[in-house]
């Protein structure tokens, strides 16, 4: 199991950005470059849900609810990955998770509120 740090989460305005990182500072190059990452968020009395993914090779995929408003990112050499999340909705308020795939590595989570 690898330690996956998160931070960046907190309070903003709806319209308002976010960026997301995901540290393994234990992690050594060659267990986290091969590795697809992966956010996830958990909204109050809701399932976990995927919101965006990066493969080895830099590929992405998005939820269909944050296209165009989110961009995961990566960078092997730090062993880091992000979430860079623009024009924020009330819907997305949740505590997000970063997940190193085909492992059992999680984050603790972060907390991130939309209000006015």
């Known amino acids: 199991q690898v330690l996956l740090v998160e931070s960046g989460g907190g309070l903003v305005q709806p319209g308002g950005s976010l960026r997301l990182t995901c540290k393994a500072p234990?992690?050594?190059?060659?267990?986290?470059?091969?590795?697809?990452m992966a956010w996830y968020r958990q909204a109050p009395g809701k399932q976990r849900e995927l919101v965006a993914t990066i493969s080895r090779g830099g590929g992405t995929d998005y939820a269909d609810s944050v296209k165009g408003r989110f961009t995961i990112s990566r960078d092997n050499s730090r062993k880091t990955a992000y979430l860079q999340m623009n024009n924020l909705e009330v819907e997305d308020t949740a505590v997000y998770y970063c997940?190193?795939?085909?492992?059992?590595?999680w984050g603790q989570g972060t907390q991130v509120t939309v209000a006015s």
């Open positions: 997940h190193m795939e085909s492992t059992d590595s």
């Open positions: 234990r992690a050594i190059f060659s267990v986290f470059a091969p590795k697809t």
